[in-house]
Protein backbone atom coordinates (compact mmCIF):
# COMPACT_ATOMS: atom_id res chain seq x y z
CA UNK A 1 0.00 0.00 0.00
CA UNK A 2 3.17 2.47 0.02
CA UNK A 3 2.85 3.20 3.82
CA UNK A 4 5.27 2.66 6.32
CA UNK A 5 5.40 2.24 10.22
CA UNK A 6 7.37 4.06 12.52
CA UNK A 7 7.80 2.65 15.84
CA UNK A 8 9.16 4.83 18.86
CA UNK A 9 10.38 3.23 22.78
CA UNK A 10 10.90 4.96 25.43
CA UNK A 11 12.51 2.61 28.47
CA UNK A 12 9.69 2.23 31.20
CA UNK A 13 7.14 3.99 29.86
CA UNK A 14 5.94 2.18 26.47
CA UNK A 15 6.09 1.75 22.73
CA UNK A 16 4.26 3.97 20.77
CA UNK A 17 3.40 2.20 16.94
CA UNK A 18 2.68 4.83 13.95
CA UNK A 19 0.43 3.75 10.99
CA UNK A 20 1.18 6.13 7.82
CA UNK A 21 -0.94 5.26 4.59
CA UNK A 22 -0.89 6.79 1.56
CA UNK A 23 -3.20 9.66 0.85
CA UNK A 24 -4.22 8.34 -2.49
CA UNK A 25 -7.68 8.55 -3.90
CA UNK A 26 -8.99 9.31 -0.29
CA UNK A 27 -10.27 12.47 1.30
CA UNK A 28 -8.16 13.96 3.81
CA UNK A 29 -7.68 17.59 5.52
CA UNK A 30 -4.60 19.50 3.93
CA UNK A 31 -3.50 22.93 4.50
CA UNK A 32 -3.20 25.05 1.02
CA UNK A 33 -0.80 27.68 0.36
CA UNK A 34 1.13 29.34 -1.71
CA UNK A 35 4.87 29.91 -2.05
CA UNK A 36 7.06 30.98 -5.13
CA UNK A 37 3.87 32.15 -6.69
CA UNK A 38 2.41 28.60 -7.16
CA UNK A 39 -0.20 26.77 -4.91
CA UNK A 40 0.66 23.91 -2.87
CA UNK A 41 -1.07 21.86 -0.56
CA UNK A 42 0.38 19.36 2.33
CA UNK A 43 -1.68 16.79 4.78
CA UNK A 44 -1.41 18.44 7.84
CA UNK A 45 -1.03 15.79 10.23
CA UNK A 46 2.05 15.72 9.10
CA UNK A 47 3.28 19.27 10.59
CA UNK A 48 4.76 19.85 13.53
CA UNK A 49 4.17 23.57 13.60
CA UNK A 50 3.70 26.80 11.56
CA UNK A 51 6.12 29.66 12.63
CA UNK A 52 7.57 33.03 12.09
CA UNK A 53 11.14 33.60 12.43
CA UNK A 54 13.14 36.82 11.78
CA UNK A 55 14.68 36.69 8.21
CA UNK A 56 18.04 37.20 10.37
CA UNK A 57 17.34 33.63 12.45
CA UNK A 58 17.38 31.83 9.14
CA UNK A 59 21.32 30.97 8.41
CA UNK A 60 23.40 29.37 4.86
CA UNK A 61 26.26 27.13 5.73
CA UNK A 62 27.57 26.42 2.70
CA UNK A 63 24.93 26.96 0.37
CA UNK A 64 22.17 25.10 2.78
CA UNK A 65 19.59 27.33 4.16
CA UNK A 66 18.96 26.19 8.22
CA UNK A 67 17.01 27.63 10.71
CA UNK A 68 17.18 26.46 14.78
CA UNK A 69 13.98 25.27 16.32
CA UNK A 70 14.49 24.01 19.81
CA UNK A 71 17.80 23.98 19.65
CA UNK A 72 17.63 21.54 16.53
CA UNK A 73 19.13 22.17 12.98
CA UNK A 74 16.54 21.89 10.84
CA UNK A 75 17.29 22.45 7.17
CA UNK A 76 15.40 24.59 4.92
CA UNK A 77 14.11 22.95 1.24
CA UNK A 78 15.46 24.73 -1.35
CA UNK A 79 12.83 26.73 -3.61
CA UNK A 80 13.92 24.95 -6.76
CA UNK A 81 12.08 21.79 -5.79
CA UNK A 82 8.83 23.43 -6.20
CA UNK A 83 9.56 25.33 -9.25
CA UNK A 84 6.55 23.90 -11.10
CA UNK A 85 5.82 26.74 -13.44
CA UNK A 86 2.11 26.30 -13.62
CA UNK A 87 -0.13 28.66 -14.21
CA UNK A 88 -2.45 30.12 -11.63
CA UNK A 89 -5.53 32.55 -12.07
CA UNK A 90 -4.88 35.52 -10.13
CA UNK A 91 -7.81 36.04 -7.59
CA UNK A 92 -9.47 32.90 -8.07
CA UNK A 93 -8.35 31.14 -4.58
CA UNK A 94 -10.24 32.76 -1.77
CA UNK A 95 -9.08 32.21 1.57
CA UNK A 96 -11.33 30.53 4.38
CA UNK A 97 -10.49 30.38 8.08
CA UNK A 98 -8.58 27.49 9.38
CA UNK A 99 -9.23 25.38 12.40
CA UNK A 100 -8.13 26.61 15.90
CA UNK A 101 -5.36 23.94 16.16
CA UNK A 102 -3.33 26.13 13.89
CA UNK A 103 -4.86 29.90 14.02
CA UNK A 104 -2.26 30.79 16.72
CA UNK A 105 0.66 29.90 14.65
CA UNK A 106 -0.30 32.51 11.44
CA UNK A 107 -2.27 34.71 12.86
CA UNK A 108 -0.01 37.14 15.27
CA UNK A 109 2.01 39.86 13.86
CA UNK A 110 3.65 38.44 10.92
CA UNK A 111 5.23 42.01 9.21
CA UNK A 112 8.69 41.54 7.92
CA UNK A 113 8.83 37.78 8.95
CA UNK A 114 9.36 34.19 7.11
CA UNK A 115 6.90 31.70 7.48
CA UNK A 116 7.99 28.43 7.99
CA UNK A 117 5.80 24.85 7.30
CA UNK A 118 7.97 22.00 9.91
CA UNK A 119 7.56 19.25 9.04
CA UNK A 120 8.71 15.97 11.33
CA UNK A 121 8.99 12.53 11.36
CA UNK A 122 10.50 10.97 14.16
CA UNK A 123 13.36 12.93 15.13
CA UNK A 124 14.05 14.58 11.94
CA UNK A 125 12.51 17.98 10.97
CA UNK A 126 12.99 19.99 8.40
CA UNK A 127 11.08 23.29 6.89
CA UNK A 128 9.42 24.84 3.84
CA UNK A 129 9.49 28.95 3.35
CA UNK A 130 5.97 29.44 1.97
CA UNK A 131 4.22 33.07 1.18
CA UNK A 132 1.18 32.67 2.65
CA UNK A 133 -1.65 30.03 4.07
CA UNK A 134 -4.67 30.06 2.17
CA UNK A 135 -7.31 27.57 3.92
CA UNK A 136 -7.75 24.54 5.53
CA UNK A 137 -10.18 22.15 3.51
CA UNK A 138 -10.80 18.16 3.47
CA UNK A 139 -9.77 17.23 -0.60
CA UNK A 140 -9.59 13.97 -2.63
CA UNK A 141 -5.91 13.47 -3.61
CA UNK A 142 -5.32 11.69 -7.03
CA UNK A 143 -2.34 10.15 -8.33
CA UNK A 144 -0.52 11.98 -11.25
CA UNK A 145 -0.98 10.31 -14.64
CA UNK A 146 1.84 7.82 -15.86
CA UNK A 147 2.68 9.70 -18.65
CA UNK A 148 3.83 12.61 -16.17
CA UNK A 149 6.97 11.75 -14.21
CA UNK A 150 6.50 13.59 -11.48
CA UNK A 151 8.88 14.56 -8.47
CA UNK A 152 8.83 11.37 -5.50
CA UNK A 153 7.75 13.94 -2.92
CA UNK A 154 4.51 14.82 -4.54
CA UNK A 155 1.68 12.40 -4.06
CA UNK A 156 -0.56 13.60 -6.65
CA UNK A 157 -2.82 16.69 -6.87
CA UNK A 158 -5.82 17.84 -5.07
CA UNK A 159 -8.37 19.45 -7.28
CA UNK A 160 -10.24 22.95 -5.47
CA UNK A 161 -14.01 24.21 -5.64
CA UNK A 162 -12.97 26.12 -8.87
CA UNK A 163 -11.29 23.75 -10.77
CA UNK A 164 -7.88 24.40 -9.81
CA UNK A 165 -5.08 21.82 -9.63
CA UNK A 166 -2.69 21.90 -6.53
CA UNK A 167 0.23 19.63 -6.51
CA UNK A 168 0.14 17.65 -2.97
CA UNK A 169 3.42 17.70 -0.99
CA UNK A 170 4.43 14.53 0.53
CA UNK A 171 6.06 15.65 3.44
CA UNK A 172 8.16 12.10 4.30
CA UNK A 173 9.47 11.60 0.65
CA UNK A 174 10.18 15.41 1.10
CA UNK A 175 12.40 15.05 4.49
CA UNK A 176 13.96 12.08 3.20
CA UNK A 177 15.24 13.67 0.35
CA UNK A 178 16.35 16.67 1.91
CA UNK A 179 18.63 14.81 4.44
CA UNK A 180 19.79 12.42 2.18
CA UNK A 181 21.03 15.10 0.16
CA UNK A 182 22.49 16.70 2.92
CA UNK A 183 24.33 13.88 3.72
CA UNK A 184 25.72 13.26 0.58
CA UNK A 185 26.84 16.91 0.28
CA UNK A 186 28.48 16.78 3.70
CA UNK A 187 31.80 15.01 2.45
CA UNK A 188 33.68 15.63 5.68
CA UNK A 189 35.08 12.41 6.80
CA UNK A 190 34.75 11.55 10.32
CA UNK A 191 37.58 12.74 12.40
CA UNK A 192 37.98 9.36 14.31
CA UNK A 193 40.30 6.58 12.97
CA UNK A 194 39.00 4.57 10.43
CA UNK A 195 40.46 1.44 8.44
CA UNK A 196 40.52 3.08 5.24
CA UNK A 197 42.76 5.80 3.86
CA UNK A 198 41.00 9.03 2.55
CA UNK A 199 42.24 7.88 -0.65
CA UNK A 200 40.77 4.44 -0.66
CA UNK A 201 37.78 5.86 0.85
CA UNK A 202 36.99 7.81 -2.22
CA UNK A 203 37.33 5.08 -4.89
CA UNK A 204 35.00 2.86 -2.86
CA UNK A 205 31.80 1.98 -5.03
CA UNK A 206 28.47 3.37 -5.21
CA UNK A 207 25.88 1.18 -3.70
CA UNK A 208 22.06 1.14 -4.47
CA UNK A 209 19.74 1.02 -1.54
CA UNK A 210 16.37 -0.63 -1.93
CA UNK A 211 14.01 -0.62 1.15
CA UNK A 212 10.36 0.70 1.15
CA UNK A 213 10.97 1.40 4.90
CA UNK A 214 12.93 5.10 5.31
CA UNK A 215 13.90 4.16 8.47
CA UNK A 216 15.75 1.09 7.46
CA UNK A 217 16.99 2.62 4.48
CA UNK A 218 18.14 5.16 6.13
CA UNK A 219 19.92 2.78 8.64
CA UNK A 220 21.50 0.73 6.27
CA UNK A 221 22.73 3.95 4.14
CA UNK A 222 24.41 5.35 7.37
CA UNK A 223 26.13 2.26 7.86
CA UNK A 224 27.81 1.72 4.15
CA UNK A 225 28.38 5.72 4.58
CA UNK A 226 30.79 5.50 7.47
CA UNK A 227 32.47 2.52 5.74
CA UNK A 228 33.48 4.92 2.81
CA UNK A 229 30.75 4.29 0.26
CA UNK A 230 28.68 6.25 -1.43
CA UNK A 231 24.77 5.83 -1.69
CA UNK A 232 22.11 5.74 -3.61
CA UNK A 233 17.92 4.97 -2.38
CA UNK A 234 14.91 3.89 -3.68
CA UNK A 235 11.83 2.99 -1.92
CA UNK A 236 10.69 -0.16 -3.72
CA UNK A 237 11.65 -2.14 -7.05
CA UNK A 238 10.39 -0.29 -9.61
CA UNK A 239 12.07 3.42 -8.40
CA UNK A 240 15.56 0.98 -8.18
CA UNK A 241 15.03 0.04 -11.58
CA UNK A 242 15.04 4.22 -12.50
CA UNK A 243 18.10 4.64 -10.53
CA UNK A 244 19.79 2.10 -11.82
CA UNK A 245 19.81 3.84 -15.40
CA UNK A 246 20.28 6.78 -13.97
CA UNK A 247 22.68 6.85 -11.70
CA UNK A 248 25.36 4.75 -13.91
CA UNK A 249 27.99 4.84 -10.62
CA UNK A 250 26.17 2.20 -9.35
CA UNK A 251 28.38 -0.94 -8.67
CA UNK A 252 26.25 -3.39 -6.48
CA UNK A 253 22.44 -3.25 -5.06
CA UNK A 254 21.55 -4.11 -1.32
CA UNK A 255 17.45 -4.78 -2.19
CA UNK A 256 14.67 -6.00 0.35
CA UNK A 257 11.85 -8.29 -0.71
CA UNK A 258 8.80 -7.29 0.33
CA UNK A 259 7.86 -4.01 -1.24
CA UNK A 260 5.02 -2.00 -2.90
CA UNK A 261 4.55 -1.82 -7.14
CA UNK A 262 7.76 -4.30 -7.42
CA UNK A 263 8.63 -5.86 -4.87
CA UNK A 264 12.64 -7.49 -4.80
CA UNK A 265 12.62 -10.76 -6.34
CA UNK A 266 10.56 -9.30 -9.66
CA UNK A 267 13.65 -6.46 -9.32
CA UNK A 268 16.34 -8.67 -9.36
CA UNK A 269 14.58 -10.60 -12.05
CA UNK A 270 14.41 -7.35 -14.31
CA UNK A 271 18.10 -7.15 -13.25
CA UNK A 272 19.41 -9.80 -14.24
CA UNK A 273 18.19 -9.75 -17.71
CA UNK A 274 20.56 -6.79 -18.37
CA UNK A 275 23.22 -7.24 -15.81
CA UNK A 276 24.95 -10.94 -14.54
CA UNK A 277 26.08 -11.36 -11.25
CA UNK A 278 29.60 -10.22 -11.40
CA UNK A 279 28.45 -6.81 -13.47
CA UNK A 280 26.05 -6.18 -11.05
CA UNK A 281 25.88 -7.82 -7.09
CA UNK A 282 22.88 -8.05 -5.78
CA UNK A 283 22.30 -8.48 -1.98
CA UNK A 284 18.90 -9.46 -0.68
CA UNK A 285 18.30 -8.01 2.81
CA UNK A 286 15.47 -9.19 4.15
CA UNK A 287 13.47 -10.58 7.56
CA UNK A 288 12.13 -13.24 5.45
CA UNK A 289 14.32 -16.22 6.81
CA UNK A 290 12.81 -19.06 5.37
CA UNK A 291 14.15 -21.74 2.89
CA UNK A 292 12.14 -21.40 0.35
CA UNK A 293 13.05 -17.63 -0.33
CA UNK A 294 16.49 -18.32 -0.14
CA UNK A 295 16.12 -20.95 -2.85
CA UNK A 296 13.81 -18.34 -5.14
CA UNK A 297 16.39 -15.67 -4.37
CA UNK A 298 19.37 -18.07 -5.73
CA UNK A 299 17.75 -19.06 -8.44
CA UNK A 300 17.11 -15.30 -9.63
CA UNK A 301 20.67 -14.68 -9.28
CA UNK A 302 21.35 -13.08 -5.54
CA UNK A 303 24.57 -13.36 -5.05
CA UNK A 304 23.86 -13.47 -0.73
CA UNK A 305 20.78 -13.36 0.86
CA UNK A 306 20.94 -12.06 4.53
CA UNK A 307 18.20 -11.78 7.10
CA UNK A 308 17.20 -8.54 9.51
CA UNK A 309 18.04 -7.78 12.32
CA UNK A 310 21.39 -7.86 10.62
CA UNK A 311 25.29 -7.21 12.51
CA UNK A 312 26.71 -3.98 10.19
CA UNK A 313 30.03 -5.61 10.27
CA UNK A 314 28.30 -8.50 8.46
CA UNK A 315 26.32 -6.62 5.91
CA UNK A 316 29.50 -4.99 5.32
CA UNK A 317 31.47 -8.42 4.66
CA UNK A 318 29.05 -9.63 2.42
CA UNK A 319 29.25 -6.74 0.08
CA UNK A 320 32.75 -6.27 -0.15
CA UNK A 321 32.88 -10.31 -0.84
CA UNK A 322 29.94 -9.64 -3.25
CA UNK A 323 32.02 -7.54 -4.88
CA UNK A 324 34.70 -9.54 -5.56
CA UNK A 325 32.53 -11.64 -7.64
Given at each position: ????????????????????????????????????????????????????????????????????????????????????????????????????????????????????????????????????????????????????????????????????????????????????????????LPKNTSKFKQSTISKLPTILVIDDSLTTRQAISNTLQKAGYDIVQAKDGWQGLVQLQQQTQIQAIICDVEMPQMNGFEFLSRCRKQYSMAEMPVLMLTSRSSQPYRILAKQLGANDYLTKPYLDQELINSLQSCLQV
Open positions: MKGNITIQSKLGKGTKFILRLPWTLTITKLLVFRMEGNLFAIPLDILAGIIYVEPSEIQVNQGEKIYYWKGKKVPIAPSILFDCNYPIISGTIQQEPVESSWKNSYTKNSQGKVMLLLISEDSDTIAIKIDRILMEQNLTIKPFSKILTAPSYLYGCAILGDGSLVPVIDGIQLLEKILHTEQLDSKN
